[in-house]
Structure formats: structure tokens, C-alpha cells
């Protein structure tokens, strides 16, 4: 079964950086597209950034020119490097794997929820 263990959340300060990291396990393919996501109670889950196995990536306008999104796949880890942290960076962060990928490359769809069926428990990051 495909795992997916978030680290690296916590609370930072206004302005500070911080590194996700999502250690995968039980995908056994080398093509993948994997992503980040980020939610606030009562909000919907909303697309960060997304990566595939070619290196391409995409981001929300909102994290944008402060983030970076890439794959570690000696360590098969995800991470996700967020400078410049604000207010309203506080959220549950995700990671995600489609399961299901087929190659194709859509800057807009891999960044929807529906895109992706493996999730994992998710890592809270609080900016204050």
C-alpha cells in the first residue's frame, strides 16, 4: 500500500522559512506526480505546488516566487520549501500522489484535489 508521512510543520514567525518533507512508500513506478496541498477549517483543500517525474512543476499564485517544490528520490521524499512565510500560510499541509498518473502534464488540473487518491495525515504549519 502506497504510504504518504508529512514532517516539518510547526510554528514560525512571520518573514521565517520552512521545509516540508513527505517520506513515500509502497509506489513502486518511477513516473509519478505528486503535489502539496493546504487547508484551513472550513475551507476547501487548495493545490500549492505539483511536480512529475519529467521535473515540471507548477504553483498557486499565492505561494508563487516564495516556494519550491522537489523530489528527493534517493530518500523518495517530497519536499516543499516555503520562505518568506505569511499570516495566511497557516493551514493543514498535505501531500499527495495520483495513483493513476499517465504521463500527461495539465498546469491547472494537477493542482485539484480530485487529480489525486492517495493522501497523507497531513502537517500543520502556524504563522504568527
Known amino acids: 500500500d502506497v504510504q504518504l508521512v508529512e514532517s516539518g510543520g510547526g510554528a514560525i514567525r512571520t518573514g521565517e522559512s520552512l521545509r516540508l518533507s513527505c517520506e513515500v512508500s509502497g509506489w513502486p513506478y518511477s513516473a509519478y506526480l505528486m503535489a502539496w496541498f493546504r487547508q484551513i477549517p472550513g475551507k476547501e483543500r487548495e493545490g500549492v505546488a505539483a511536480?512529475?517525474?519529467?521535473?515540471?512543476?507548477t504553483y498557486a499564485d499565492s505561494v508563487k516566487g516564495r516556494s519550491t517544490i522537489s523530489k528527493d528520490n534517493a530518500k523518495n521524499t517530497l519536499l516543499l520549501q516555503m520562505n518568506s512565510l505569511q499570516l495566511e500560510d497557516t493551514a493543514m499541509y498535505y501531500c499527495?500522489?495520483?495513483?493513476?498518473?499517465?504521463?500527461?502534464?495539465?498546469?491547472?488540473?494537477?493542482?485539484?484535489?480530485?487529480?489525486?487518491?492517495?493522501w497523507g495525515q497531513g502537517t500543520q504549519v502556524t504563522v504568527s
Open positions: 511536480i512529475n517525474s519529467d521535473g515540471l512543476t
Open positions: 499527495a500522489l495520483d495513483g493513476t498518473y499517465g504521463g500527461d502534464w495539465d498546469a491547472d488540473r494537477v493542482l485539484r484535489r480530485t487529480e489525486y487518491n492517495y
